[in-house]
């Protein structure tokens, strides 16, 4: 009677334990729970990326340079061209929807001052752009009297940015 019970029981253990499959491991990649991230904390010294967009291959929009207080634009001319700023009706917005006053400007004057110049930089300076932003506008008034072409800078890609 004992052998019969000794054999029902290595019957039952080995039908258990070995048979029984590996556990299940679960592998999850850090590239699948990476995500785009566009936010970025803006610093009291700038940080600026270069962007090389351009109007009418007459004007370049060369580089954007951000801080916490505010955003300054680089362009320049790449033909000969008398230049001024339009501070009334230049839109400087991003894709989030938000739009960003005119400050100042370096290099160049407000209109209808016009200053003659190639290929010598001139800056846009707005409020501080949003860390979020992931494109923006830049905008001359259509409608502006002294302006013969309004730049027009839509949609510059923000989110490629090498930040330095």
Request: charged letters at 25%; a positive charge; hydrophobic letters at 35%.
């Amino acid at each position: 009677m004992i052998p019969k019970y000794i054999f029902l029981f290595l019957y039952v253990w080995f039908s258990l334990f070995s048979c029984s499959t590996e556990p299940v491991k679960e592998f999850t990649s850090e590239n699948s729970k990476a995500t785009v991230q566009t936010k970025r904390n803006w610093n009291p010294a700038p940080q600026c990326c270069d962007l090389h967009s351009e109007f009418l291959g007459v004007v370049v929009l060369s580089k954007i340079c951000v801080s916490d207080t505010e955003t300054k634009l680089e362009l320049y001319t790449k033909e000969s061209k008398k230049v001024c700023v339009l501070k009334e009706g230049m839109v400087f917005r991003d894709d989030l929807g938000a739009s960003y006053p005119f400050l100042k400007t370096e290099g160049v004057g407000l209109c209808p001052k016009r200053t003659q110049m190639k290929n010598t930089p001139f800056s846009l300076y707005f409020q501080s752009i949003s860390s979020q932003a992931g494109s923006f506008d830049l905008i001359e008034d259509k409608n502006a009297k002294h302006a013969h072409k309004p730049w027009v800078f839509e949609r510059v890609d923000l989110a490629q940015c090498v930040w330095k």
